[in-house]
């Protein structure tokens, strides 16, 4: 049977809404059978990535990232559609993939353009969809870099990183040349401070800590 509904739900820290407000909810969602899940992280996204779930014959939710409502960019004119499904490079590197999700890619981004001043090029994929996930972009990329890096705001404990890091050791080990290596924030409820907020969730420093521990 075909079950056309779409739900969208605000999602993640960084408006200092504190534990009862700021959850991570994507990797809930993908333990449930027949769900499909999207996070967009720009305006286009949104537009392209919604349409593609409207059109979508099976429940789809759309998990929006609150501290990016406020997002500005221009976007194309007409009908944006996109595939669910797709991943998207979004900075191309020889050294390190970088996985990233939602609000957490433009901090990857930032990462990647810091570790180039130290000659480290960082491969940043924006996963966009994580039922269904963009398997072959993921693994490609680290038979291309031997090395990856998961980016997420979820707690660590049965985060989406970590089914990438199965995918991974299981399609791609010996690629490797290093650990697999998970950002995350810690297994607790999120803090309103915003000092505290601030020092759970995946920063830039920490992210590019995490690629230096992946390549050493």
Not at 39 to 57: K, T, W
Request: net charge negative.
């Amino acid at each position: 049977i075909a079950l056309p509904l779409v739900i969208r739900t605000a999602n993640g820290g960084g408006a200092r809404f504190g534990a009862q407000h700021s959850q991570s909810v994507e990797a809930w969602m993908m333990a449930i059978p027949g769900l499909k899940v999207v996070v967009p992280s720009s305006p286009a996204d949104m537009i392209g990535l919604f349409a593609a779930a409207v059109r979508d014959p099976d429940p789809v939710i759309v998990v929006e990232p609150k501290v990016l409502y406020a997002a500005k960019e221009d976007v194309p004119d007409g009908e944006l559609v996109d595939r669910l499904g797709q991943a998207r490079t979004v900075r191309e590197g020889t050294d390190v993939t970088i996985c990233a999700l939602g609000a957490m890619v433009s901090r990857a981004v930032d990462a990647a353009q810091r570790l180039a001043g130290d000659g480290v090029e960082a491969e940043v994929i924006d996963l966009r969809s994580l039922v269904p996930l963009d398997v072959r972009a993921i693994v490609d990329s680290v038979e291309r870099t031997g090395h990856i890096v998961t980016v997420e705001e979820n707690p660590r404990l049965c985060g989406w990183g970590a089914e990438i890091a199965s995918i991974v050791a299981d399609e791609s080990f010996f690629a490797l040349d290093g650990p697999i290596v998970r950002i995350t924030t810690p297994h607790v409820p999120l803090p309103a401070a915003d000092v505290l907020e601030d020092a759970a969730t995946p920063s830039v420093g920490r992210i590019v800590d995490g690629v230096r521990r992946s390549l050493a």
